[in-house]
Nanobody
């Protein structure tokens, strides 16, 4: 059983900052790409940021709307991914979901896993 547990969401004023964390636990043999998606009310889930794992040749990938404001990072020892969000805008209001692509067995396939989400509200 794999669990992704997010923390750090909340209410912040426009222009403020928040830092999200997501810790992966359970049966994890190989941890590949990790990152964040978000879903605003009435909209589809969208990519926010990804950070590469052991099988990817690229570093990070960001949605155009967050480039220069958000920074994704990871601590492989802690199996944790972070999202530092600066200069937050009301349009960033959404439920933020942690994402991880991983293997639970070395002989198995990489699979996608999701956290339950943490709400970020940007409002004055």
């Amino acid at each position: 059983q794999v669990q992704l547990v997010e923390s750090g969401g909340g209410l912040v004023q426009p222009g403020g900052s928040l830092r999200l964390s997501c810790a992966a636990s359970g049966r994890i043999a190989m941890l590949n790409v990790m990152g964040w998606y978000r879903q605003a009310p009435g909209k589809e889930r969208e990519l926010v940021a990804l950070v590469a794992g052991i099988t990817s040749s690229s570093g990070t990938d960001y949605a155009d709307s967050v480039k220069g404001r958000f920074t994704v990072s990871r601590d492989n020892n802690k199996k944790t991914v972070y999202l530092q969000m600066n200069s937050l805008e009301p349009e960033d209001t959404a439920v933020y979901y942690c994402y991880a692509n991983l293997k639970t067995d070395y002989r198995g396939d990489f699979m996608n896993y999701w956290g339950k989400g943490t709400l970020v509200t940007v409002s004055s």
